[in-house]
């Protein structure tokens, strides 16, 4: 793989398009700086080669005259985002002025920046691990405070070190086992030493640790979805809106009242979770409401967790018992609502019919009373099994999390091998070392590291 320092200088508009404030481009390479020089001038008449100072305040000038009033930022290698030379441009905040000037400095010596390419070169240059770069992007794209500071803590290269740590140890593991390849004749018993292989079990306990992360890390970053489904009347748009703490979905005493599918994103534990409200399921010879009970069905399908609100305030029908079995039928992680606590007389469930997996809840999207045991109860089933951040770090990635069950496959079988021949043993360390190395990005095949820098935006 071509690992090399880059050598051309890269140019992309870094700032969404439209109208803003300011309007960045941003160019990094060796050639920015003098890129920068040959097209601005400075209020002050100062070279921006060879001046003092960050920040310089002018225009870029084209062969016909003034493009805007700029301010240029200059960071030398190798303090900067990518480590090398990086010049920012900002612009007056319309279209047409920074893209005039990244046309002038496409013009020069600069190319096009591919998505995610400033960040791939900080990558590239040593500057940030692969888990740092792909924080990078998750900060960007984080919803909720949670999925914040798990991507901060990853950004500061909190995962990082955890994982230069575990490597340590499986490298000087491995050292010892390769001696004892070079040299046969010296004794095996160092090959188990006891005290490195504590270490290794210790090594071995993290990594799980860190696997047990990675269902936490995944629901922050991608979230979940919550479908609230049942019986027409039961209270499903009460209970939305209830949980949203806004009045977003109608709600009337006539049954049939919501006919399509009303979404709406809240926060539950730290994961943003699409809330779904949907129609009544009933049979109905109404083609609107046949057409939104199909989507309440592909909803129901779909959901991660599915809220099923009964009215206890009522004596559960024939229809409702259907329901119940068919929700039953699907499998899927399930919370029931009972709902209308607040009126009397309330009619129990039967217990028998209802899945002995589900949680069930009391109550009331009038009084809002059991709605806090709601909302936990959606947490727990979403979280109950994922392990909370350690000060290890957080696995975000679906990817990092297959590498290191790798890795701790490959070292559990080294420790189940131990005091066997050397050469055996250093082909799992091998495999452990390198299934890491693909999280850190130093062993990360090109076309993964494609992948993963091509989802990010241009100009980052
Ligand atoms: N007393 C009481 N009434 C409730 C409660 N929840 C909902 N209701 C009433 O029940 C009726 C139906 O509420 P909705 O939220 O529209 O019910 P829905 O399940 O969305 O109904 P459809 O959209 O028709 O399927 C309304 O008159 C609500 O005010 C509750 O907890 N207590
Ligand atoms: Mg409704």
């Not at 016909?64 to 010049?87: K, Q």
């Not at 809220?307 to 399930?334: A, C, F, G, K, Q």
């Amino acid at each position: 793989m071509d690992r090399r320092s880059p050598k051309d200088t890269i140019a992309a508009i870094a700032t969404p398009p439209g109208e803003g404030g300011i309007g960045i481009l941003r160019l990094s390479g060796p050639d920015s700086i003098s890129i920068a020089h040959s097209i601005f001038t400075s209020s002050r008449g100062r070279d921006i080669r060879t001046a003092r100072g960050r920040v310089f305040h002018g225009e870029i000038r084209d062969a016909h005259g003034t493009i805007d009033e700029v301010l240029v930022h200059i960071m030398r290698a190798p303090h900067s985002y990518t480590a090398e030379d990086v010049v920012e441009i900002n612009c007056h905040g319309g279209a047409a002025p920074i893209r005039a000037v990244l046309e002038l400095v496409l013009s020069r010596s600069a190319r096009l920046a591919t998505p995610g390419e400033f960040t791939k070169r900080a990558f590239l240059n040593g500057r940030i691990d692969l888990i740092q770069a792909e924080a990078v992007i998750d900060r960007i794209r984080a919803q909720t405070d949670a999925a914040l500071r798990a991507a901060s803590s990853a950004a500061e290269g909190v995962l990082s070190k955890s994982l230069h740590e575990i490597s340590e140890v499986l490298i000087e593991a491995l050292a010892r086992v390769e001696s004892a390849i070079d040299f046969p004749d010296d004794d095996l018993p160092e090959l188990v030493d006891a005290a490195l292989r504590a270490r290794l079990d210790q090594v071995l306990a993290k990594m799980r640790e860190l696997i047990d992360t990675a269902e936490r890390g995944r629901l922050y970053r991608e979230g979940a979805s919550v479908a609230i489904v049942g019986r027409p009347n039961v209270g499903k748009s009460s209970l939305f809106n209830a949980l949203l703490r806004d009045a977003r979905a109608i709600v009337t005493s006539v049954p049939g009242t919501t006919r399509d599918l009303l979404e709406e994103v809240i926060t539950i534990d730290g994961v943003p979770i699409r809330l779904s409200d949907t129609a009544g399921l009933r049979a109905t010879d109404d083609e609107v409401e046949q057409i939104g009970i199909g989507r309440a069905r592909a909803a129901l399908l779909n959901a991660d967790i599915v809220m099923l609100v009964v009215d206890v305030s009522e004596e559960l029908t024939t229809e409702d018992h259907e329901l119940i079995r068919e929700v039953n039928e699907l499998r899927r992680p399930t919370i029931v609502a009972t709902n209308k606590i607040d009126l009397a007389p309330q009619r129990p469930l039967n217990r028998e019919k209802i899945n002995h997996d589900w949680e069930t809840c009391q109550v009331s999207a009038k009084t809002e009373k059991g709605l806090k045991e709601l909302e936990s109860a959606i947490g727990r089933k979403l979280l109950g099994g994922a392990q909370t951040a350690t000060d290890q770090g957080i696995i975000t990635r679906m990817h990092q999390r297959d590498s290191l069950r790798r890795a701790a496959e490959a070292l559990a079988h080294t420790l189940a091998n131990y005091g066997a021949s050397p050469e055996f043993l250093s082909i799992d360390l091998r495999d452990a070392i390198d299934a890491i190395g693909e999280i850190t990005g130093e062993t990360t095949p090109e076309d993964v590291l494609d992948r993963i820098f091509s989802s990010f935006c241009i100009g980052k």
